[in-house]
């Protein structure tokens, strides 16, 4: 299995950054995409920004322009860098990760907890 740890929410005002952070643990698996999704209460999750391996990226048309993720391949890990922080971005953000564990036979999505974002007007 792929366990994903996030780190880097918390209460920022309007106008303010925050970054989050997100490492890839277990045993013996290969991971293909990396990315960041949000969730509100009431709503469904929603894409924020992922990551392929080849470095392509892909963004919600609300991250465009103030936000940007980033990868360490060698460590597993993934960033999303998040400017100019609207209210609106407040959200419960879950790292996401397309990974293949050796005990696997297709690539399977693998989440973390969450980490809360919130922006005060």
């Known amino acids: 299995q792929v366990q994903l740890t996030e780190s880097g929410g918390g209460l920022v005002r309007s106008g303010g950054s925050l970054r989050l952070s997100c490492v890839a643990s277990g045993s013996r698996f290969q991971v293909y995409r990396m990315g960041w999704y949000r969730q509100t209460p009431g709503k469904g999750r929603e894409l924020v920004a992922h990551?392929?391996?080849?470095?392509?990226?892909n963004y919600a048309d609300s991250a465009k322009g103030r936000f940007t993720i980033s990868r360490n391949y060698a460590e597993n890990t993934v960033h999303l860098q998040m400017n100019s922080l609207k209210p609106e971005d407040t959200a419960l953000y879950y790292c996401n990760a397309l990974a293949l564990p050796i005990t696997h036979l297709a690539p399977s999505d693998f989440w973390g907890q969450g980490t809360q974002v919130t922006v005060s007007s």
């Open positions: 990551i392929s391996n080849s470095g392509d990226t």
